[in-house]
């Protein structure tokens, strides 16, 4: 598909088959279709009444993910990662009235704030978007000095085992072993999750990340 933007006329018709056709239902599909997804889902909402900065702020993030492809990986990360460490950080009661709740990119964008689990899924999906291989991608929870538990991106660079961090916390990606204080837990992505080991992954066969398939649930519906 072109990359470069659409109108809105076209986009709404793609929406209405994309997910009437179910491509959003396996991994493969989500993979195959990311930039589609991305962009009808920015589309759909960016001409709906949501105020300037809301209009700005979903076009900022149109741009970037379709007009800045050919620059490498480091420049994607350090783009994504300081364009969603612009938005505020807001704890679920306030934000949702839940106790729990993972947003998707979209609703992040549109209230400009969300805790450190939508700061994950956000720059997870929008590198995806942005063509960084998916197995690179891993959203990790952590705890702070084996304490308050986080959520990070971890991306792993070709030929190495340790991952850079992607934090909502600090907007300079580092290695792994430059945050001592974030002691890994479990991580996943489409692929499945690996728990205390970076190697091997495992299905989620006790749903233990139940609100991941509940927020790829509300990316179909949107």
């Keep these: 598909m072109n990359k470069k933007r659409l109108t809105s006329n076209f986009l709404l018709p793609v929406l209405k088959v994309i997910l009437l056709s179910g491509l959003f239902i396996s991994k493969s599909a989500i993979a195959s279709h990311k930039n589609d997804f991305l962009l009808s889902?920015?589309?759909?909402?960016?001409?709906?009444?949501?105020?300037?900065?809301?209009?700005?702020?979903?076009?900022?993030?149109?741009?970037?993910?379709?007009?800045?492809?050919?620059?490498?990986?480091?420049?994607?990360?350090?783009?994504?990662?300081?364009?969603?460490?612009?938005?505020?950080?807001?704890?679920?009661?306030?934000?949702?009235?839940?106790?729990?709740?993972?947003?998707?990119?979209?609703?992040?964008?549109?209230?400009?704030?969300?805790?450190?689990?939508?700061?994950?899924?956000?720059?997870?999906?929008t590198l995806l978007a942005m063509d960084v291989p998916e197995q690179q991608l891993k959203i990790t929870f952590v705890r702070i000095n084996n304490q308050l538990g986080h959520m990070v991106l971890f991306y792993y660079p070709e030929n190495s085992t340790e991952p850079l961090i992607l934090d909502n916390?600090?907007?300079?990606?580092?290695?792994?072993?430059?945050?001592?204080?974030?002691?890994?837990?479990?991580?996943?992505?489409?692929?499945?999750?690996?728990?205390?080991?970076?190697?091997?992954?495992q299905a989620d066969e006790k749903n233990v990340i139940q609100q991941w398939a509940q927020m790829i649930t509300k990316i179909k519906q949107e």
């Design 169 to 201: 916390m600090e907007d300079k990606i580092v290695k792994q072993s430059e945050r001592p204080e974030l002691n890994y837990v479990f991580s996943f992505n489409n692929d499945g999750m690996w728990l205390n080991s970076h190697k091997t992954a």
């Design 41 to 125: 889902e920015a589309n759909q909402k960016i001409n709906v009444e949501q105020g300037k900065e809301t209009y700005q702020r979903l076009t900022q993030w149109e741009n970037m993910v379709f007009h800045d492809l050919g620059k490498t990986i480091e420049e994607k990360l350090k783009l994504v990662n300081d364009f969603f460490n612009q938005m505020q950080w807001a704890d679920d009661k306030d934000l949702w009235n839940k106790k729990d709740y993972w947003a998707t990119p979209l609703e992040s964008l549109i209230r400009n704030s969300g805790d450190c689990e939508d700061f994950a899924i956000a720059k997870y999906f």
